[in-house]
């Protein structure tokens, strides 16, 4: 049988990072194993969103933690990413709304996070076709921005093989091997693996790889989609990313032309809200539509951790945030699988959380 140190079941955004986390720790014994492309899963569909406005202080320092890695990113793995760093515009027309964001910006500049509550004539300055005559209020954050996730993935992937990892595409796990409550090792439709060490990160597929390890993880995919204009609307180059809060709709530009997206199933739904926040875009030509999973959690919040099952570790459930935390959960997943001292704690995102009646609900949910 074929033996690894470290398993890694899945090849999105975070099972590249914790492969190429684990291999700058110096654990090269590691085979990551893709069922079918790299990213192909709900990474390539995201919107690239590096935001740190979140409610939840353990998310903030989360992308905190991650920001270093997205700037820096070519310098570490040879790939560039695209980062814009053109910052976060949220606009909020509810005052429930106010008073989380209230709250959350105080938490976030406590961190240091150089979030402001702007006026709606700023506001209108950074994204000039927008309507602003019913907003109550806008927040804004330079550092945030958005990146290309395929390029990240790749990234990580091309570091951690050049470190000595193995990277398997085309090559889906059908089976965890436990024995006397720890993991053994995996099945694939290549043969089996032994293996100290197993990463679950397989996006939505993770409850199904939990549940062959006898563990619950409560992910489950949560339809989203995503809409292409080869035109702009007149949102200048350097606009920040733009959400309308109370309906989710969202925007920013992409190449020549705007990206957008909201909760709404159908561009005819999503027609409502965009038009009312952005009116430009009732014109717009639709170049492309795409659609793809968020890994939901109970609370909108990851779960990462380490598994009762010994040798099982975990993360997913990132409820639309999983792209912008991955450098920092791969590291953090790394450390735990190397028994070393964790740089962020986040035990009170794990899983074990909702079985304990500790779940925390992130606010800030789009
Ligand atoms: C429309 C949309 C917009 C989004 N926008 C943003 C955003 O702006 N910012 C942000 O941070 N996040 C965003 N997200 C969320 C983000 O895409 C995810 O949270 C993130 O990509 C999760 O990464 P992952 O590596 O955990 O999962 P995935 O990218 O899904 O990777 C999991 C991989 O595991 C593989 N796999 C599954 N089962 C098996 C198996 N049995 N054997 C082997 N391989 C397996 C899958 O093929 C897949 O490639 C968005 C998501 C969507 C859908």
Not at 210 to 222: F, S, T
Not at 252 to 259: A, I, K, T
Not at 315 to 324: C, P, R, V
Request: negative net charge; glycine residues 12%; charged residues 20%.
């Amino acid at each position: 049988m074929r033996t690894a140190e470290v398993v890694i079941i899945g090849g999105g955004c975070v099972g590249t990072s914790v492969a190429y986390h684990l291999a700058a720790l110096g654990c090269t014994d590691v085979v990551l194993l893709e069922e079918g492309e790299l990213g192909g899963g709900s990474t390539s569909k995201a919107a690239g969103g590096i935001r740190l406005q979140h409610a939840d202080e353990l998310n903030c320092r989360l992308v905190l933690r991650s920001l270093p890695e997205f700037t820096s990113f070519a310098e570490l793995t040879g790939v560039p990413i695209d980062f814009k760093q053109v910052g976060y515009l949220f606009l909020l027309d509810r005052a429930d709304d106010v008073a989380v964001f209230e709250r959350a910006v105080r938490m976030q500049r406590d961190l240091g996070i150089p979030t402001e509550t702007i006026d709606l004539d700023r506001a209108r300055e950074l994204v000039p076709p927008i309507r602003a005559d019913d907003l109550l209020a806008a927040t804004f954050c330079p550092w945030e921005g958005y990146a290309a996730p395929e390029s990240v993935v790749q990234g990580y992937a091309a570091a951690a093989r050049r470190l000595g990892v193995t990277v398997r595409t085309g090559c889906g796990v059908t089976g965890v091997r436990t024995a006397a409550g720890r993991v053994t090792g995996v099945d694939t439709a290549e043969g089996p693996i032994a293996a100290r060490a197993v990463v679950c990160a397989a996006g939505v597929g993770s409850a199904e790889i939990a549940r062959q390890a006898g563990y619950d993880l409560p992910v489950h995919g949560e339809a989203r989609w995503i809409h292409f204009s080869g035109a702009d609307g007149g949102v200048p180059a350097h606009a920040p990313l733009t959400i309308d809060f109370s309906t989710g709709f969202y925007f920013h530009r992409e190449g020549p032309g705007l990206l957008f997206g909201g909760r709404e199933r159908t561009l005819e739904d999503l027609a409502l809200p965009a038009v009312r926040r952005l009116p430009a875009i009732a014109d717009l030509p639709i170049g492309s539509s795409w659609w793809g999973f968020y890994d939901m959690s109970p609370d909108h919040n990851a779960m990462i951790g380490a598994a009762p099952v010994e040798g099982l570790y975990y993360a997913t459930g990132f409820s639309g945030h999983g792209f912008q935390q991955s450098p920092a959960v791969g590291e953090h997943l790394a450390e735990l699988i190397l028994d070393r001292e964790p740089t962020l704690d986040l035990t009170p995102l794990s899983a074990d959380r909702f079985r304990r009646g500790m779940s925390r609900a992130e606010k800030v949910v789009i």
